[in-house]
């Protein structure tokens, strides 16, 4: 089994990129799908973007569609969220997890890090 890590998270004005990064340790990291989730002050924990476990199949929620970019490398057991043109809606913990399916449901994801703080300011 996985344990992740992410990292890359910060305070950045609205317009700005980040990109964050979550490190996986373990020798399996290729086998799992990943996705990316993220869980705002008051809300409830959201998808946002998941890959499959070699990077040909690719999700996204609507919200992040041609801004984000989720991306993987295998070989540094790490997967990786691009995000441009950030909104302040944007802002949230982000969470990577590892799953059973490349889905859009949190019950399909059963390893997850701790999460990384991003802060889009207006």
């Known amino acids: 089994q996985v344990q992740l890590v992410e990292s890359g998270g910060g305070l950045v004005q609205a317009g700005g990129s980040l990109r964050l990064s979550c490190a996986a340790s373990?020798?399996?990291?290729?086998?799992?799908?990943m996705g990316w989730f993220r869980q705002a002050p008051g809300k409830e924990r959201e998808f946002v973007a998941a890959?499959?476990?070699?990077?040909?199949?690719?999700y996204y929620t609507d919200s992040v569609k041609g801004r984000f970019t989720i991306s993987r490398d295998n070989a540094r057991k790490t997967v990786y969220l691009q995000m441009n043109s950030l909104k302040p809606e944007d802002t949230a913990v982000y969470y990577c997890?590892?799953?059973?399916?490349?889905?859009?449901?949190?019950?399909?994801?059963?390893?997850w890090g701790q999460g990384t703080q991003v802060t889009v300011s207006s």
């Open positions: 997890a590892a799953g059973r399916l490349t889905a859009q449901t949190i019950d399909s994801y059963d390893v």
């Open positions: 890959i499959s476990q070699y990077g040909i199949n690719t």
């Open positions: 373990g020798r399996t990291f290729s086998s799992y799908p």
